[in-house]
């Protein structure tokens, strides 16, 4: 069985909607960013460093953005973000209560922290290339550093497998789904939340002549060349099926970024989303841009500079969708 479900139209606030007489708008989300961004921070080894950012030391370059304080602090916003447009859950797949979790490329380790708090039966694993997780932890939650890409180990099969925003960072997707269908056990499940990072938008507000597009075909493009696709979303549905997996349920979401939606789930999803995107600019252009492309890192920030004048703008109503795929391994 494979259920596929699109996501509705996102309705424009029309007080978002300010545009002067020649087409052209000056108004900005910066006072809304401000008030969002108080209430938000304090969130929720030998490590490399280029350009004033840090980078993972295990198996160093394989995973393009930094993991310093400040892309700990996007990350956070990030599970913040999709946790709300998932309807402030932290999984969708039917799992009956589970006993053994693995969360694949935990990051700061905070949706296994929270698993762990709303489980506390079950014994859940965190598993990424840099131990940038907090050392006060439920006692039923463990983090390891490894590479999820290399050969799985584990002794005992998981109950549930959960895989989230790994664009950037997995060369092979197919082998990675069929790693997790091994690992997962008889009648266990796995849920991937996935993002395709094409923007777009539909009332024609993202214009190919932006620097917004500009920059995203740069780093899109940049992202494939060194072997990482930046939209897995769209794809993990059909890798999953070929992997053997059934009960096969694919759920489309359209996440806003900015606070330009009608409805208040959305615009409060669009601000997390504003935030993590201005938080991250730089540094999902910066080693791509420079060690792929060959770019100055004043030419990165520049061009990050105008992309953050255009996201700010309430005249551009600009989306991307996140992609909610969950299945079951056959008893």
């Not at 913040?80 to 935990?106: N, S």
């Not at 792929?292 to 005249?315: A, D, F, H, N």
């Amino acid at each position: 069985m494979v259920t596929t479900i699109e996501a509705e139209a996102i309705e424009i606030d029309p007080q978002t909607q300010v545009v002067n007489d020649d087409g052209s708008s000056f108004a900005d989300f910066t006072d809304e960013l401000n008030s969002f961004t108080t209430s938000v921070t304090g969130s929720i080894s030998k490590y490399p460093f280029e350009n004033g950012r840090r980078y993972h030391a295990f198996k160093s370059g394989t995973y393009p953005l930094p993991n310093d304080e400040l892309e700990a602090e996007r990350m956070n916003v990030v599970h913040h973000m999709l946790k709300k447009a998932i309807g402030d859950r932290l999984f969708v797949a039917p799992v009956p209560e589970p006993h053994r979790i693995l969360d694949v490329g935990t990051g700061t380790g905070i949706w296994a922290i929270e698993m762990g708090d709303a489980h506390p039966q079950a014994e859940i694993l965190g598993n990424d290339l840099s131990p940038i997780q907090p050392s006060w932890v439920p006692p039923n939650v463990r983090f390891e550093v490894d590479d999820f890409e290399s050969d799985w180990a584990f002794s005992t099969p998981f109950d549930f497998i959960f895989l989230r925003t790994l664009y950037f960072s997995v060369a092979d997707w197919p082998r990675l789904v069929k790693q997790a269908y091994n690992g997962v056990k008889p009648g266990g499940w796995v849920e991937f939340q996935e993002l395709d990072l094409q923007y777009y938008s539909e009332d024609g507000s993202f214009k190919d002549s932006s620097a917004m597009a500009g920059w995203l075909k740069i780093l899109l493009d940049s992202s494939r060349n060194a072997g990482r696709d930046p939209c897995p979303g769209p794809k993990v549905e059909g890798w999953v099926k070929e992997a053997g997996f059934r009960n096969v349920v694919h759920q489309k979401i359209k996440v806003p970024i900015g606070p330009w939606a009608k409805e208040k789930r959305q615009k409060d999803i669009g601000l997390f989303n504003l935030v993590q995107t201005l938080d991250g600019l730089e540094g999902f252009s910066m080693r791509l841009f420079t060690n792929v492309l060959g770019w100055r890192p004043e030419e990165v920030e520049v061009m990050c500079s105008k992309v953050r004048v255009e996201l700010k703008s309430k005249s551009n109503h600009v989306m991307y969708d996140l992609h909610v795929v969950y299945a079951q391994k056959p008893e």
